[in-house]
């Protein structure tokens, strides 16, 4: 359920987007806990009573900002594959996407694997559920006649895999070189996985 007001109007809604863009700023570089609604005002030069305006407190703020990303995440992947792959390529290209992805949205690395799913899952849960649900298509599009559980424990356990590993990407000087190790410890999950269920020998 939305606690934040989206404007229809086109200058309201310039300045709800302004005040979200500063503060996934402020979330990429300061944290989530770190970071308050006055800062957020300071940073956008807006009244803290128009952030307010919009955004009843900070996590109708998280909250907004985690729609968008979903949003995002969901076109970033198309509904239906337009090349024949098998799901090694494919599982190569949803890592590259992901990836491309947190490259292009600053606060997308902290809202995936800093913030305590504990406390926040019930709102940044949506991120998390549309990228298993993008591996999950894919999966049934490769091997349309896996069943749905399989499909499912693949699709999360794979998503599990990346976002356990995505941290090394800010840590590591080479970050392409991290990039090829994240796709072989997939890939090698997934022919583990393909062979334990018997659809590959």
């Known amino acids: 359920m939305k606690t934040w007001h989206e404007p229809q ?10 005040i979200l863009k500063i503060a996934e700023s402020l979330f990429a570089e300061h944290g989530y806990e770190a970071v308050t609604t006055n800062h957020i005002a300071e940073h956008s030069g807006v009244a803290i009573g128009s952030v307010y305006h919009f955004f009843p ?4 703020i998280l ?6 990303y979903a949003s995002d995440l969901q ?14 390529v494919v599982a190569s290209i949803v890592i590259d996407r992901v990836i491309a992805f947190e490259q292009h949205h600053a606060a997308f690395s902290h809202l995936l694997y800093a913030l305590d799913m504990a406390k926040y899952g019930h709102i940044v849960g949506p991120i998390h559920q549309t990228v298993i649900a993008a591996i999950y298509k894919v999966v049934q599009q490769v091997y349309p006649h896996m069943p749905d559980a399989l499909c499912q424990r693949y699709a999360t356990v794979s998503f599990h895999l990346v976002k356990g590993l995505l941290p090394l990407m800010a840590t590591e000087p ?11 410890a997939l890939r090698a999950y997934l022919r583990a996985f393909l062979q334990r269920e018997g659809y590959v020998s």
């Open 63 to 68: 909250g907004a900002l985690v729609e968008q």
């Open 9 to 18: 109007q086109a200058r309201s809604r310039e300045r709800f987007n302004h």
């Open 57 to 60: 407190d900070k996590e109708a």
């Open 75 to 88: 076109s970033l992947f198309p509904p239906a594959l337009t090349i024949q792959a098998d799901l090694e």
């Open 174 to 184: 080479d970050a392409n070189t991290i990039q090829l190790e994240i796709q072989t």
